[in-house]
């Protein structure tokens, strides 16, 4: 049987005004604050947003600390260091030469905007319309810096959270990212800390328990609400 077969043995949930706060606080619950992002500036955040696209997070962590020493952590810093170089600072977080380009085009708007002074005084969605123009950043980097570094109320998908919720049973596999996104805007209220926190508990979840092919659903927080692991169960009884 098939994920997306063993997703339709249940029907799917329809009241997601109440599913989903009720799903943010069982994750609470269960796993505790999760105290995200871990940056010091709005611009370190828009490097690790950067960084981390296929890359686990020790690694970002590692690029970071090696701009960090060589006192590379400002735009101008970015745009005036030796490309080789700079490729070489990002080596931990792999494809560094792609990622050192994408750092310094993501860098150069941030200075025509008006470094973080400008973009503060920015409309969230001027702001977001703008980064996303840069090559290489898209709608979940770009709603990284929105909500983890302006603290705008934008709910950031990931491939955990459509992994996570399709299994449970509240939208299709196939979601685009604004749909899974409105998901989020249309059931909770525009709450920065609650956003930074369900983001970050949906990413405990889909690291340590709803994985992709050996998923341990007999010890996940949502088991209840699943209907993937219902299926599972049933598949074993």
């Known amino acids: ?9 249940r029907p799917a949930i329809t009241d997601t005004a109440t599913a989903v706060p009720r799903l943010y606080d069982r994750l609470l619950a269960a796993l505790g604050p999760q105290s995200w992002w871990p940056a010091e500036s709005a611009f370190e955040v828009l490097v690790g947003a950067v960084l981390t696209q296929n890359a686990a997070w020790r690694n970002v962590e ?28 990002l080596r931990p977080s792999g494809y560094y030469n792609v990622k050192s380009q994408r750092l310094r085009a993501a860098c150069e708007t941030w200075l025509a905007l008006g470094g973080e002074a400008g973009l503060i005084d920015m409309e969230t969605a001027a702001m977001r319309s703008a980064l ?18 302006f603290g705008r109320p934008v709910f950031v998908v ?19 990212y604004d749909g899974l996104q409105a998901l989020f805007h249309d059931a909770l209220a525009p709450d920065v800390g609650q956003f930074n926190e369900f983001h ?5 979840i889909g690291k340590s328990y709803c994985r992709p ?6 010890a996940c ?3 209840g609400d699943c209907a993937h692991g219902l299926a599972r169960r049933n598949q074993r009884s």
């Open 158 to 176: 990931d491939a955990y959270t459509r992994r996570i919720f399709s299994r449970i049973g509240l939208v299709s596999p196939r979601v685009g």
């Open 1 to 9: 049987m098939s994920e997306n077969d063993m997703a339709d043995t």
């Open 200 to 204: 970050a508990l949906i990413v405990t």
């Open 213 to 218: 092919r050996t998923p341990r659903c007999e």
């Open 62 to 89: 590692q690029a970071v600390d090696r701009l960090q020493a060589r006192d590379w952590m400002t735009p101008e810093a970015i745009l005036a260091a030796p490309r080789e170089a700079l490729a070489e600072c």
């Open 132 to 149: 996303l123009e840069v090559k290489g950043l898209g709608p979940e980097s770009v709603d990284d810096v929105l909500l983890y570094g």
């Open 221 to 223: 927080p949502l088991r």
